[in-house]
């Protein structure tokens, strides 16, 4: 787990923008979706060519803000990555070409093949039979022809987005920044987040934070799942 926080001069270029620094005072939680962002093993076994080692340190946080999420009635999605395989390439051929080493390529494109050990849920993830799986084959779950991600969430009357997971900056945050432009409340979960550095995760919620959501700690999501609405929101 990384260990930081948003820098003052941050927080305080939010606070003089819009006078409050978290966005969300509640949110029903029937209304909301963890979404579990590439926590598989591609990227969590140690060894396997695409591992980010702080993914392994976010598992505890994770399951615990999702079964806290399935106790208050929100809705769980894992969201693992796969690519197939074509001549011998990959459909993302910009990517396996130009941004992983010649000498890794087929390891990893076999690592994310659809049916390969490498597209399972970490095996210390905690899967409940009532969460929802999707798979997508570009950073972001939610860019056309990436998932039905949107079609689930819009079907479920999904209002709200906890992102958790892994990579922190890739990822998690093109998700998220989609999300919040497909008018989606977003809400990036710091604890249970990872990147491959301190550097690149802060760097990720502080631009996240200014510009497309929100940023939580998974005690802080809790608290603001489990609060009463006022009566406003109740219809009173």
């Keep these: ?100 080493a010649a000498d890794v390529r087929q390891r990893t494109i076999e690592s994310l093949a659809p049916t390969a050990p490498g597209q399972k849920v970490w095996r210390d993830m905690r899967v409940d039979p009532g969460d929802v799986h999707v798979v997508k084959n570009r950073y972001s779950a939610l860019i056309p022809g990436s998932s039905n991600l949107e079609r689930v969430l819009r079907g479920l009357g999904i209002e709200n987005l906890l992102v958790a997971g892994t990579k922190t900056n890739v990822c998690c945050e093109a998700t998220g ?25 802060r760097a990720s919620l502080e631009t996240f934070i200014q510009q497309f959501g929100d940023v939580m700690t998974s005690e802080e999501v809790v608290a603001v799942l489990s609060a009463r609405p006022n009566r406003a929101d109740a219809g009173e």
Excluded at 84 to 99: A, K, Y
Excluded at 177 to 201: G, I, K, Q
């Design 1 to 100: 787990m990384h260990n930081v926080e948003i820098r003052k001069e941050i927080v305080d270029r939010v606070l003089a923008r819009r006078r409050r620094y978290h966005l969300f005072d509640r949110l029903d939680p029937k209304k909301t979706a963890l979404v579990v962002v590439d926590m598989q093993s591609a990227f969590v076994e140690p060894g396997s060519p695409a591992e980010v080692p702080a993914s392994r340190g976010i598992v505890g946080a994770i399951n615990g803000l999702a079964a806290g999420l399935r106790r208050l009635g929100g809705t769980v999605i894992w969201v693992t990555h796969a690519n197939i395989h074509t001549n011998g390439g990959s459909d993302w051929s910009m990517f396996f070409e130009n941004f992983v």
């Design 177 to 201: 920044r989609d999300a919040m432009m497909m008018d989606f409340r977003v809400v990036m979960v710091s604890d249970c987040l990872a990147a491959l550095s301190d550097d690149e995760h």
